[in-house]
Every structure is written in C-alpha cells, then in structure tokens.
C-alpha cells in the first residue's frame, strides 16, 4: 500500500478502574480493550482507524503489576487523581463495586473525561441522576454497560420484533438466575458483599437494571413495578470460611408495566437450581407468535403452528409441545457482547455522534432498582416518573 492510500491512525489513552475485579478483567480488559488492541484497532467510517491503550488503575499496585506483566501493558497506577489529570488518556473506565463508583465518576466528570462505566451508576436514582446532569452540563460524553442486549440470544429476538413476527406484543416472562451455594460446604461462586446491604448486595442492585434497559430498548419504557424481595437464605460464609448473615435479598420476583400495555413478569434468583436451556430465557408472546430466547439460543412458534390443547386432568396429555417449536437459525456471526459496545461507543466517541445508552439511561436503571426496593418493602405497586435531565 502506497503511502498516499495508508489509512490514519488513532490512538486512544483508556483509563481502567477497577480490572483486578472479575468483570472488569475478564469482559472489559481481556475480552474487549486487550481484543481491539490485538486485532489493530477498529475501523472507522472514514477508513481510518482507532487503536486503544490502557491505563491500568487500582488499589493494588502487586495486582496492577502482575496483570500488565501477563498482557504487555506499559501503564498501570495507584494514583486515580494523577490519571485523571494526565491528558493523554482521554476516557474513564469504571469498573468498581458500586459503593465507590459515583465518587469516582464525579471526578471524572471534573476533570472532563468521556466516561464508560458500568452499572448500576449510583446507589440512588437522586445521584445518578445528578451524575448525568453534571456529565451534561460539562458536555461530557458519557455511555453505560447494556450488554445484554448484544448476547445472541436478544439479537435475534431483536429481529424478531423488528420483523412483525409477533403481531401486538402481550407477555414477556423471565426467569433468571442458579443456586449460588452457601460457602460452608462448598465455597460459592459469587462474591459476599452480594449479600450484604450494607456493603451495595442484593440481586434487585444487581440484576433490575439489566431488566431496565432490556425492557425498554425491545418491549416499551417501565410504567411501574411490583416486587417481592426475599432472604431465602440467611446464612452464608465468605472467602475466608467465615460465616455472616445475610443482609440482602437473594431473589426477587418483580411485575413490571410497560408502555403499550405490555406486561412483563422476571424471576431473579441466586437460589434456584436450573431446570432450563440456559440461565436466562424470556418467554415473550404475541398474537401472531411466541418465542423462547436466551443467552444464545431462540425458538419459535407461529400461529399457524399452535398446538390446540384442551384441559382434561383425567387423561395424559399426549402433545409433544416441544416439538411445535422451531428453532432460529444461526446464520450471523455474534461477537463478545462486551467487546461489541465498547466497539460502538468508541465509534461514536470518535466520530462526535450521539450515544442512546448514557447516564441518564443508566439513571432509569437505578430508578428500577430503587423502585423495586421500594415496593417490596411496602407491598404495594410502584409508579415510575419519567426521568429528564431539567
């Protein structure tokens, strides 16, 4: 290649905040920003392309060390203020436990930095929607973490609504989660905090802003929310062995309304043991046509293709029903989901154009979470305001 038609390159300094954490490690650095570095960067529209490097920032500087001797990365610090300050890394990557997250994101926000992080964004829907103010008002460009929605299970499912395969949406039906086991026995496989309200636990924390943005980006914005929290098991033990009570609900079982009068019904729960495809599927009917989608798979069945059952309880159901559902073929090739948005939001760093996923989405999410809480407490349904920015 001439020297004339050699395409731009760009380079991208990315702080990374908290990747000596399981999700900030396996899916934010190994997965995404160590992936795009490895394949040269991405594309852009113009032709030119964009390559990354990352700060690597934590408490540990023994734990920053060993990681960026295992990947080849020259920069790694203990010192948050120093990287913040420093213009050659341009975006902020938050990675943190909740708790400490929206101190640190004010920070970036001062010091002008385009922000990735994940969610939830805050503790309360009053803070993270003040974050995404002050992101605004700073002209800070801004995105949270939706990866669900790129799991090829959802992408097809996208499709699917997008194509009028279902007519007028009714139901959608959710079931979430596996047996987290207690620690006593058999160490588990979630971390304690989960468990303790106290230190930001609790599968609605955890789990309701995920729902949030699925609901509304596939089915309509959530109107309300009823929802039952429990405790189902008071007594775990930690990393160390050490036994704690449990502070936070391990399961959740939430109502939501939708825009459009779609209803949505989602069990979460670290105590259940899976009786399914996957750990997570929807259920989502129409009056044209269902579908069960997953973490990677989607069956379908059309009307024309319903079984007619009729209730008897004194004689066996002799219906195969499984056998009146098709499966979606896999005709794409689906990539890290984690790795494909952070591809689209530096796309639309680079490129100036706006990003639909920001803090004010990542504040609707909070709000869910905050809501649900609310309303298991006080039994009763709650109404969602819509959130703005003014």
């Known amino acids: 290649m001439s020297e004339s038609t050699t395409p731009t390159v760009r380079e991208v300094g990315i702080i990374m905040n908290g990747v000596s954490g399981r999700m900030g490690y396996r899916q934010h650095l190994l997965r995404s920003i160590l992936a795009i570095r490895e394949q040269g960067g991405i594309e852009l529209p113009d032709g030119s392309r964009l390559t990354v490097k990352p700060l690597l920032v934590g408490r540990s500087e023994a734990k920053l060390a060993e990681i960026a001797e295992r990947h080849g990365i020259a920069d790694y610090t203990t010192d948050l203020d120093a ?38 964004t805050a503790e309360t829907v009053d803070e993270a929607l003040e974050l ?17 929605l790129y799991l090829p299970g959802l992408l097809k499912l996208r499709r699917l609504i997008d194509s009028g395969f279902f007519g007028r949406i009714l139901s959608v039906r959710g079931e979430f989660g596996y047996w987290v086991f207690e620690g ?21 924390v955890d789990m309701f802003p995920h729902w949030n943005y699925i609901l509304e980006n596939l089915f309509g914005g959530v109107r309300s929310v009823y929802a039952q929290a429990s405790i189902h098991i008071p007594d ?25 009068g779609v209803i949505a019904q989602i069990n979460s729960s670290w105590t259940t043991r899976v009786n399914r495809d996957e750990l997570v599927e929807f259920h989502v009917d129409g009056t044209h046509g269902s ?11 059309h009307r024309n293709g319903t079984p007619k059952p009729v209730w008897n309880p004194d004689i066996p159901d002799e219906h195969d029903y499984d056998a009146f559902w098709s499966q979606v073929p896999v005709d794409d090739v689906f990539q890290n989901g984690f ?34 809480l609310q309303s298991a407490r006080e039994g009763r349904k709650v109404e969602l305001p819509t959130l703005s920015l003014h």
């Open 83 to 120: 990287a913040l300050a420093d213009p050659r890394w341009e975006i902020y990557g938050d990675f943190l436990v909740t708790k400490a997250r929206a101190a640190a994101l004010r920070k970036a926000i001062a010091a002008g930095k385009t922000i990735y992080t994940e969610k939830p």
């Open 132 to 148: 995404a103010r002050l992101a605004a008002e700073a002209g800070v460009k801004t995105g949270v973490v939706h990866d669900k």
């Open 184 to 204: 006593d026995w058999r160490p588990a496989q979630r971390p304690s905090w989960n468990y303790r309200a106290e230190d930001g636990g609790g599968i609605i």
């Open 236 to 260: 775990r033990w930690d990393e160390n062995g050490e036994h704690y009570d449990a502070t936070a609900e391990d399961a959740a079982y939430g109502v939501f309304e939708l825009d459009g």
């Open 291 to 301: 579908a069960v989608v997953g973490l990677f798979g989607a069956k379908i069945q």
């Open 339 to 372: 790795r494909q948005q952070w591809e689209e939001f530096l796309t639309s760093y680079a490129t100036g154009t706006d990003y639909p996923y920001d803090l004010l989405a990542g504040a609707r999410g909070v709000q869910l979470a905050q809501a649900g």
